[in-house]
């Protein structure tokens, strides 16, 4: 089967990956600009879970979506045959595309696609199903329980929802799979693609998909929402984790220009991506690779260190992690008081969805001017003296930022924005 003539395959260097629309649904705010004054502000969206009883886990909080209605975004037809995940998804791509100003219908379908990430998919879905088999009998799964808990449902409900017919796909990498994502968004554009739906979301609270996390033993088991996720800090006992994300749209510049787009947020510079698993459970106590995958980002960006104006953290939350961590920053900055936050601390780890919202994060810092604060950070531990924006968000010039996830399994990640000139 060849492709239509409108695509090409052959990659052009001179296609640049610009942002022009966000999406957000998150646990301190749904829409971009609600939930962007939340994070400036230091509105933690963490609190005791509400969706089900936890009494009797030893993890009683997570960043839950207050208020998040499926049916105010998404058809009726479409929420039954789809998990809670998706349904963030769809909300926020609704909210990406009308503030991208592009309506997908005025597109060429083989010049639009959608690469989303996904931590752990559909569970919400596949819980309820799991219990009518064993509760009920098999005549009581739905048929759509083999589709709606696939990790590529999002993607696949996305591209049919707006008709996008070019090369699609899902990046299944933790925590580093948003930034995966839009990396693998660039590569669609500088080959050929217009317009790419992009980022991740996730839906992980719920009995099931609790009980699946704990194995990692690396969630904070603290009651109080003020001491239970304090990345990089001596009290540090593990992370908060949460649902929600970001949906972002990444567009060829040329063609977001042509159509007079409202906005350009930034440009994807740079990525780099590295490995360093040794163990089932325990993160690497070495920095190595993530400041491996750093630097290649810069490089590929061709962006010195010191023109980074600053850095959001992955901010694990794990001592041993943020330590290698701070290692990773340090050696690449060579000593440099780079600014560095993570606003992650007021929403939780969100898996898939937290890479592609402090990239959002990130955007709205340039276009602002103002880093958000990492909330709840009093002392940072041994190892980890950086130079934290704490307490309060904090004015700054801001033209290239470097953003960092990792994913269990060993993932690590490092981003590139900056600003479109």
């Known amino acids: 089967m060849t492709q239509p003539e409108s695509f090409t395959s052959l990659p052009s260097d001179s296609r640049r990956a610009v942002i022009t629309g966000l999406g957000v649904v998150a646990p301190n705010g749904i829409g971009t600009e609600n939930w962007w004054e939340a994070t400036k502000a230091g509105t933690s969206g963490i609190g005791r879970i509400t969706q089900f009883d936890p009494s009797q886990y030893p993890v009683q909080l997570a960043g839950e979506v207050d208020g998040f209605e499926a049916s105010d975004y998404v058809d009726q037809r479409v929420i039954v045959q789809t998990d809670r995940w998706t349904h963030m998804a769809l909300a926020a791509t609704q909210m990406a595309l009308d503030d991208a100003g592009f309506d997908p219908a005025d597109g060429d379908p083989y010049r639009m696609s959608v690469i989303t990430a996904s931590g752990s998919g559909g569970n919400e879905f596949g819980q309820k199903e799991i219990q009518n088999l064993w509760g009920k009998g098999p005549i009581f799964v739905?048929?759509?329980?083999?589709?709606?808990?696939?990790?590529?449902?999002?993607?696949?409900?996305?591209?049919?929802?707006?008709?996008?017919?070019?090369p699609c796909g899902v990046v299944v990498q933790e925590g580093a799979g948003g930034l995966e994502a839009l990396w693998h968004s660039r590569r669609n554009i500088i080959r050929g693609v217009d317009f790419v739906i992009s980022g991740g979301t996730e839906a992980p609270i719920g009995p099931y998909a609790l009980t699946c996390q704990l194995t990692n033993g690396r969630l904070s088991s603290a009651s109080d929402p003020a001491k239970a996720f304090l990345p990089f800090d001596e009290r540090a006992n593990g992370y908060v984790f949460g649902e929600g994300g970001a949906i972002i749209t990444v567009e060829d510049r040329g063609s977001a220009e042509r159509r007079e787009a409202p906005k350009l947020y930034g440009e994807i510079a740079g990525y780099g991506t590295t490995n360093d698993a040794f163990d089932a459970k325990q993160p690497t106590r070495d920095g190595g690779q993530l400041e491996r995958a750093m630097r290649i980002a810069l490089e590929r960006a061709d962006v010195a260190a010191e023109d980074v104006d600053a850095v959001f953290a992955d901010a694990a939350g794990v001592p041993v992690a943020d330590a290698a961590e701070a290692q990773a920053i340090k050696s690449v900055f060579d000593g440099r008081d780079v600014p560095v936050t993570a606003p992650k601390t007021m929403v939780g780890r969100l898996y898939a969805g937290g890479g592609a919202l402090d990239v959002a994060a990130a955007l709205l810092a340039i276009r602002d001017g103002v880093l958000p604060p990492t909330i709840n950070l009093e002392q940072p531990a041994e190892g980890c003296d950086l130079a934290f924006v704490k307490d309060e968000a904090r004015e700054a010039e801001l033209d290239t930022v470097l953003v960092n996830a990792r994913g269990f399994g060993g993932f690590n990640g490092a981003l590139v924005l900056r600003r479109v000139t």
């Open 142 to 166: 739905g048929a759509y329980q083999s589709i709606a808990w696939f990790y590529a449902a999002t993607t696949g409900q996305i591209a049919i929802k707006y008709g996008m017919k070019g």
